[in-house]
Structure formats: structure tokens, C-alpha cells
């Protein structure tokens, strides 16, 4: 087989992880717990209307991102969020799961000799855990704790890139804000894992666009 790339890296949580379920199961369980009812889509639609907002002020660690979020969705869905009941979030994220397609892919993609790696918004405990559910190793591994930044910055990218040299390279991920936008601007090639089908932000074109990471495996020729 000849391989196109040499390296694939992904985006984490949403393109590997089955982020939605996971963060829609905290807030509906965590509130229940606290005798408040809230609909999971409302959680996680605000959730992830405010966690770039948040990843945007002053650094901070990924764990107190997540609390710091939650609190601010907590506050528009009226649910009165303790301190301690926000800093349980960080605990689930390690056991949130993978997509169906994905350790199936990830076993193709590796078998047919591709190299992999991982750059995501998080802190390299949380990612040691989420690690365990993956049957494949990953050679490079860029966090936010390592780089001090949240995507889309680019640091993560550039750092990578310095870690990558001459190797070919394509990024691979679902967030199209997060991580197709800074790639297409780098002019890293990439793959947009549009799980959720959504229409490319004005401009935004990746070299490939799939369902899932089945299609990417398909679409790079893995057995």
C-alpha cells in the first residue's frame, strides 16, 4: 500500500471520544443529583457556546476550564452549580467513550503503517485516562498543558509541526472551529470528521470531508 501521509493526527474529545454523550450524561445526572431536571441537548448547546469564551481569558488548566464552563452553563439552565459539584466534571472526562468507529479505524490506520497522534485542549492527567480506551499507541501527543494554549490558537499546530518536521502530515478532527479553520490557515492538510453534518464556516475547505473515521480509513485505502 502506498500511504499519502506519514503521520495522522486527531482531535480527541468529539472526533475520537464520544464527547456529547459523555458531557450530556454529567450534566443530567450531576444536576438530578442536585433535584434539578435539565434537557441534555440545552446542556451541552451552551456548554459549547461558552467553553471558547472561557479557553480565550487567561490560561488556566483544562480541569478548571471545564468547572469554570460548567458553572456558566449551570447559571443559564438554572441550576444552581456548587464549586465542588463543578470540579466533578474533570473526574468523569477519563471515562467518557469512544465512538463506535473509532478503535476499529484506528486499528486499520496503524496496521497500514501510519503513524499517530493526538493534539487536544486538555491536561496530560485527563488524556492519560482517556488514553486506556484506545488500542493503539500515539507518537506525538501535543496537550494544552504542554503549550500553555487552547485551539483554535495555533501553538498547538506549531508545535506539532516542529515535532513532525519533513514527515507528511494530515490533521484529522470534527470541530471545524477548533481545529479544520487553523489547519486550512497553516496550510496543514486535514480531514474534516463532520459527525454532526454540519456546512464549513465561509472559506474553510479540508482536503477531505467524512462521516466518520471508518470513511477516513476508507478514504486513505487501509485493508
Keep these: 500500500m502506498t500511504r499519502p501521509y506519514d503521520l495522522?493526527?486527531?482531535d480527541c474529545y468529539g472526533t475520537l471520544i464520544d464527547w456529547d454523550?459523555?458531557?450530556?450524561?454529567?450534566?443530567?445526572?450531576?444536576?438530578?443529583?442536585?433535584?434539578?431536571?435539565?434537557l441534555r441537548a440545552q446542556a451541552v448547546a451552551a456548554y459549547a457556546e461558552l467553553e471558547p469564551v472561557v479557553e480565550a481569558e487567561a490560561y488556566r488548566r483544562y480541569r478548571d476550564v471545564l468547572a469554570e464552563t460548567a458553572r456558566r452553563a449551570a447559571k443559564i439552565l438554572?441550576?444552581?452549580?456548587?464549586?465542588?459539584?463543578?470540579?466533578?466534571?474533570a473526574g468523569a472526562l477519563p471515562f467518557w467513550l469512544p465512538f463506535a468507529d473509532t478503535n476499529p479505524a484506528l486499528t486499520r490506520l496503524a496496521a497500514a503503517g501510519y503513524r499517530l497522534g493526538i493534539l487536544s485542549n486538555v491536561d496530560e492527567d485527563l488524556l492519560a485516562g482517556t488514553r486506556r480506551h484506545f488500542p493503539v499507541p500515539f507518537d506525538l501527543v501535543v496537550t494544552a498543558e504542554q503549550v500553555r494554549s487552547y485551539k483554535p490558537a495555533h501553538?498547538?499546530?506549531l508545535a506539532a509541526r516542529g515535532r513532525i518536521g519533513g514527515a507528511?502530515?494530515?490533521?484529522?478532527a470534527q470541530s471545524a472551529f477548533h481545529d479544520i479553520a487553523p489547519a486550512r490557515t497553516l496550510k496543514i492538510p486535514c480531514a474534516w470528521i463532520n459527525r454532526k453534518r454540519q456546512k464549513p464556516p465561509p472559506g474553510v475547505r479540508p482536503d477531505a470531508e467524512l462521516g466518520?473515521?471508518?470513511?477516513?480509513?476508507?478514504?486513505?485505502?487501509c485493508p
Design 21 to 38: 454523550r459523555g458531557l450530556g450524561d454529567w450534566f443530567v445526572e450531576a444536576a438530578a443529583a442536585d433535584g434539578v431536571k435539565i
Design 8 to 10: 495522522i493526527t486527531f
Design 212 to 221: 466518520n473515521l471508518r470513511g477516513l480509513a476508507d478514504w486513505l485505502g
Design 78 to 89: 438554572g441550576w444552581p452549580l456548587t464549586d465542588e459539584r463543578a470540579a466533578s466534571l
Design 155 to 157: 501553538v498547538h499546530f
Design 168 to 172: 507528511r502530515w494530515l490533521h484529522a
